[in-house]
T-cell receptor, first 119, second 116 residues
């Protein structure tokens, strides 16, 4: 499809297990973002990749969280030793590099999210 | 650091009325961008409207307009002639950084309910 694709759409796991969430951005988009949305809450920034630059990891809540982006395209968010407070919807988004003339807004295009439930 | 504040957790409006959703922001940057997104119960995030800090006119997109008051650091979303399908969560967001950096910082959202 033409949009941002995320998998799995739903994941139920037991406390202490590791999980991997995948994001396939829109083709040609150089920027990729991960956000977390707890029930009824706003979006919490986790990590941001832009091209070949070092990622902005400033939003990762603990060292149990990590993400990588291979070949400038697909990204995987990994949560190790999951805790119940990790339960949330994890949203991935991508965007084109903002250039004032060509892409003045630089808006993010979101996937449908991966709902993680930690029992 | 940038911060977005949405003070209305919930709003209830009659169909066909106009509604204003409040958003204030805090930044020390001179160049920034402000966004509004809609999130229906299905969970998808839908981009509605954008306002650049140097744009001289308020942004408009169909029934959506952005009341941008730079001195007050507010960027309220106005929806005219509300429809039942407008019921959703609405998030205000600011682009953190300048140039190619495009990280968005989001507010806590406002849940809008349109009553028939």
């Amino acid at each position: 499809g033409a949009g941002v694709s995320q998998s799995p759409s739903n994941k139920v796991t037991e406390k202490g297990k590791d999980v991997e969430l995948r994001c396939d951005p829109i083709s040609g988009h150089t920027a990729l973002y991960w956000y977390r949305q707890s029930l009824g809450q706003g979006l919490e920034f986790l990590i941001y990749f832009q091209g070949n630059s070092a990622p902005d990891k400033s939003g990762l809540p603990s060292d149990r969280f990590s993400a990588e982006r291979t070949g400038g395209s697909v990204s995987t968010l990994t949560i190790q030793r999951t805790q119940q407070e990790d339960s949330a919807v994890y949203l991935c988004a991508s965007s084109q590099r903002r250039k004032l003339a060509e892409n003045p807004t630089g808006e993010l295009f979101f996937g449908e999210g991966s709902r993680l439930t930690v029992l | 650091a940038q911060k977005i504040t949405q003070t209305q957790p919930g709003m209830f409006v009659q169909e066909k009325e106009a509604v204003t959703l409040d958003c204030t922001y805090d930044t020390s940057d001179q160049s920034y961008g402000l966004f509004w997104y809609k999130q229906p119960s299905s969970g998808e995030m839908i981009f509605l409207i954008y306002q650049g800090s140097y744009d001289e006119q308020n942004a408009t997109e169909g029934r959506y307009s952005l009341n941008f008051q730079k001195a007050r650091k507010s960027a309220n979303l106005v929806i005219s002639a509300s429809q039942l399908g407008d019921s959703a969560m609405y998030f205000c967001a600011m682009r953190d950084g300048r140039g190619g950096a495009q990280k968005l910082v989001f507010g806590q959202g406002t849940r809008l309910t349109i009553n028939p």
